[in-house]
């Protein structure tokens, strides 16, 4: 890519910004750097989307408007959004939700597909598949892990009508599930990232072998190196071909194995065939620690601190349960649980930020950390360091709200890191 050129993007359901963040920075300035050092300015947000459904105020698009502006920002429901106004652009990007992707009929070919009325993912396809002229050459998606494996009684059944869709729009499409806290972050936060390269764009004259582009060559390789597996090198890995249409898909992939997970971590596709297999995080590097992330106690406000009537709740929800509970035709089952950590322990990587976390309800998932001999929950402030952002990025909501942007955030460094190797690979 020439020093003058950046790579347009459209950002969709952007939350707060934090893919913006990762390519952008935040006023130029790397989330790796905590926000004192330059980022390569090699990429435009040229139109990006947030909306909300069911409530008035757009918490998230209100933030959003707040630091980055308002032009070229919609808060329009996207399903409403036609695409001739959506500007041409090189990259879309976006932490869609984890939704149910089957399709319910196929249409003739000038309409195309038509999946679950709501499901956002058939946005992203409807965006793809109507720029036809000028289709994005890149794209790079965010979901929870699980979308891999998912629905349970037919495993991967989403994720290969994902991949098929993108695959016949001419996309290869790799994907690796990352704990950002494997490669130094400071919260161990799984997510499986999706990269796709069109088949006219200048990346694909660079791919060659799919193997090798999972191990080494690729985007999400050379971003988030991985160790020189012995099953990769002995070729134990899975190999196989998606048929049929995607209503097809739908109705009966992966049926005949009994609900066994047919998607590894690591994987590709192209034309439809696939390649996946199980890769580990090769990482030696400094890391960012909970205790790293946290304010000094005598900033933090009475609310945050636990109350000693709460503690016996607290303690509860924290240790391990074997219940004995009902079902509804009367049979005794027992619940079982381990242990979460209480207080969390200050010299590993926070755990994974949750919706929830906010509020102060005992949990057993929120944050709880020990200063000084007290017992507090984790401030705004340290939730958006969890997740890269800058210190009070979020501040124009109150504190429950900031929580929950937090637990619907992407660690920003992830993206940060894809960027820097897209760029420089093209």
């Not at 381990?338 to 200050?346: A, I, R, T």
């Amino acid at each position: 890519m020439s020093k003058s050129s950046k790579l347009r993007v459209i950002e969709l359901f952007a939350g707060v910004g934090g893919f913006r963040l990762g390519l952008e920075g935040y006023k130029g300035k790397s989330s790796s750097s905590g926000y004192t050092k330059n980022l390569p300015q090699n990429y435009k947000v040229v139109w990006s989307n947030q909306w909300e459904p069911a409530t008035k105020v757009q918490h998230a698009a209100d933030v959003y408007i707040d630091k980055f502006g308002s032009e070229d920002f919609s808060n329009d429901d996207i399903g409403e959004v036609d695409t001739s106004s959506i500007p041409d652009h090189d990259l879309l990007v976006g932490g869609f939700p984890c939704q149910d992707y089957s399709v319910a009929m196929q249409l003739n070919r000038s309409k195309g597909i038509q999946g679950k009325k709501g499901v956002l993912w058939w946005d992203i396809h409807r965006i793809l598949e109507e720029k036809k002229s000028k289709k994005p050459h890149y794209l790079l998606l965010e979901n929870v892990d699980r979308l891999i494996k998912s629905p349970a009684n037919q495993r991967g059944r989403d994720f290969a009508i994902m991949l098929s869709s993108l695959s016949d729009l001419g996309y290869v499409v790799e994907w690796r599930v990352i704990n950002a806290a494997d490669y130094g972050m400071p919260q161990r936060r799984r997510r499986v990232f999706i990269f796709g390269f069109h088949k006219n764009s200048s990346l694909y004259k660079k791919y060659k072998s799919s193997k090798l582009w999972l191990e080494k060559d690729g985007v999400l390789a050379k971003s988030f190196p991985v160790q020189n597996d012995k099953n990769i090198q002995l070729n134990l890995f899975e190999t196989f071909t998606i048929d049929g249409d995607l209503v097809e898909i739908t109705n009966s992939f992966n049926k005949e194995r009994g609900g066994k997970n047919i998607f590894e971590n690591t994987g590709i596709i192209e034309n439809r065939k696939v390649i996946t297999f199980k890769t580990h995080p090769k990482y030696n590097g400094p890391r960012t620690l909970l205790r790293n992330i946290l304010v000094n106690s005598s900033q933090v406000s009475d609310e945050y601190f636990l109350k000693n009537s709460d503690l016996s709740k607290w303690k509860f929800l924290k240790g391990a349960k074997n219940d004995p509970r009902k079902k509804s035709n009367g049979e005794i089952f027992y619940y079982k649980e381990g242990p979460v950590s209480f207080p969390d322990p200050l010299d590993r990587p926070a755990r994974t930020i949750i919706t929830s976390e906010g509020g102060t309800t005992p949990s057993r998932f929120k944050h709880v950390v020990e200063q000084r001999g007290k017992l507090r929950r984790l401030i705004p402030i340290e939730l958006e360091r969890a997740n890269m952002f800058p210190d009070n990025h979020t501040k124009l909501s109150a504190d429950t709200k900031r929580a929950f942007f937090m637990g619907n955030a992407l660690v920003v460094g992830i993206v940060e890191k894809i960027g820097i190797t897209l760029s420089k690979l093209i």
